[in-house]
DNA sequence: GTCTATAAAGCGATAGAC
DNA sequence: GTCTATCGCTTTATAGAC
């Protein structure tokens, strides 16, 4: 059983990987059986609602992974700086220094926005609301700490992009360390 | 010959609205056929690259009208401040307080930054470039200049992630109110 | 210059053999 | 559970009438 369930966690994480380099529309059943080596045949016996249900679980891996790794380590860090300090280090291995785009965000710029807005809401609110509740352990009042939390969840996405943009993974790593210092300094 | 480029400029600015809604990749004849009333035929005579040119001649024209509307007045405004306190204005109309994504931006995500990666580095080190030489006219050194330059663009960018995703334009005006604050205080 | 008709290829999805 | 074959549809792109 957890040896099916790991089965299915691998599939899932090759198809976040196609979903990220191609966008949900710009995603084919050949680029999936590419990835996975599984022919349609398999493919739709494991995900019977086809891509769309695909993206969906491959969403809601991500926001599981985020929940664990991230928010939940940010809202119980006995030293909320420290949490935070540790955020931003997950942040940047996950997207692999500015190489690996986030889904969600390429999700929330797209078309497919319609289809998967509930879940693309509930990651970017998680991230918000766990950073914010660092900064009130840290000593920040409600507001300021809404404010500031928003402010470094819109300068990783920003982050990816120019650095997408450049081609330079310097430009996500300079950014992700000024937001860092910017959220712990005074 | 000006009516000639006139409609064909109204075309490029319907295009620009389909490849900003559905990006590169979910963009397709028929998507463009309904927004601009042209059949196949009229299209592959206007643009005979199809929708590689349509797309290359639509980053062209964003390329001139940030060029002509952004970082043109950036560069020579008498008064640097307001100069970028008009560019922030621009930017949120441009945008429709981030009701509308950045087709430059959706590229560099995508896939589709393979066939167009070089007008993205253009169109970034374009708004940075001008931004900077805006802050340098402020007194500031050429590394802060960039520095605050780079942040500030990206901040835009990370707006726009975090307005779609949440669906709200408040999250975007909020973002760039913010930016431009923080970029002329001191 | 714009249309309709059509081609060839690829799409998501299904059926059925094994 | 995985494969191949196939369906019906849409895709990009072309050809040719008007």
Redesign the interface.
């Known amino acids: 059983m957890a040896k099916r369930e790991a089965a299915r966690d691998d599939i899932l994480a090759a198809l976040a990987e196609v979903f990220r380099?191609?966008?949900y529309?710009?995603t084919t059943l050949s680029l999936i059986t590419e990835a996975t080596g599984l022919g349609k045949g398999s493919l739709y016996n494991l995900f019977p609602g086809g891509k769309e249900q695909m993206a969906n679980e491959v969403l809601a891996a991500i926001d599981l992974w985020f929940n664990e790794k991230i928010y939940t380590p940010l809202r119980t860090a006995a030293d909320p700086a420290k949490g935070i300090a540790d955020m931003y280090a997950a942040t940047s291995d996950y997207f692999h220094s500015g190489q690996r785009?986030c889904l969600?965000?390429?999700v929330?710029?797209?078309?497919?926005?319609d289809l998967f807005?509930e879940k693309?809401?509930v990651?970017?609110?998680g991230w918000v609301d766990a950073l914010a509740a660092a900064l009130r352990h840290l000593g920040y009042g409600n507001v300021e700490a809404r404010?500031k939390s928003?402010?470094a969840?819109?300068?990783?996405?920003?982050?990816?992009?120019?650095a997408?943009?450049?081609?330079d993974p310097k430009?996500f790593l300079?950014?992700l360390k000024?937001s860092e210092r910017r959220l712990l300094q005074r």
């Open positions: 380099a191609h966008g529309e710009g785009v969600v965000g390429v929330a710029l797209g078309a497919s926005r807005g693309v809401k990651y970017f609110a404010r928003e402010q969840v819109l300068e990783i996405q920003g982050a990816l992009v120019l997408r943009a450049f081609d430009v300079r950014a000024e």
